[in-house]
């Protein structure tokens, strides 16, 4: 990823683009990451962050997130693998897919552990 702090939708429109341009392959480019916000939700505006999975102990229970985190009282949204397969998937279905409907798609994902129909 080219920074660690965004919009949810400027993540959107990053992602989007590594695919449109390079496909698949792009998301292998980068090392695994999670994305992390103020809240357990997030809204297309909300303020996020991406820290590499390199930074996070997952297996101490709870999770040992970085310093960064833990004070900026960050929790754990998204995966970078899930992400990335909703938004290519939205994208091959439409590639001028309006984020608003990416976000639902995701928020379906996420609740569901299925693609939604768009």
């Known amino acids: 990823m080219k920074k660690s702090k965004y919009l949810f939708t400027e993540l959107i429109d990053e992602i989007k683009e590594m695919y449109l341009s390079d496909g698949d392959k792009a998301f292998y480019k980068d090392e695994s990451w999670g994305l992390f ?3 357990g939700k997030v809204k297309l505006n909300s303020e996020c962050f991406v820290i590499p999975d390199s930074e996070v102990d997952w297996d101490a229970q709870p999770p040992k997130l970085p310093e960064f985190a833990v004070q900026n009282k960050l929790e754990y949204v998204y995966s970078n693998e899930m992400l990335q397969d909703v938004i290519s998937m939205a994208v ?3 590639e001028e897919i309006p984020n608003k409907k990416i976000f639902k ?5 996420d609740k569901y552990d299925t693609f939604m129909e768009l």
Not at 105 to 109: C, G, M, R, S
């Open 92 to 94: 091959d279905d439409d």
């Open 37 to 39: 916000a103020k809240r």
């Open 105 to 109: 798609a995701i928020q379906y994902y």
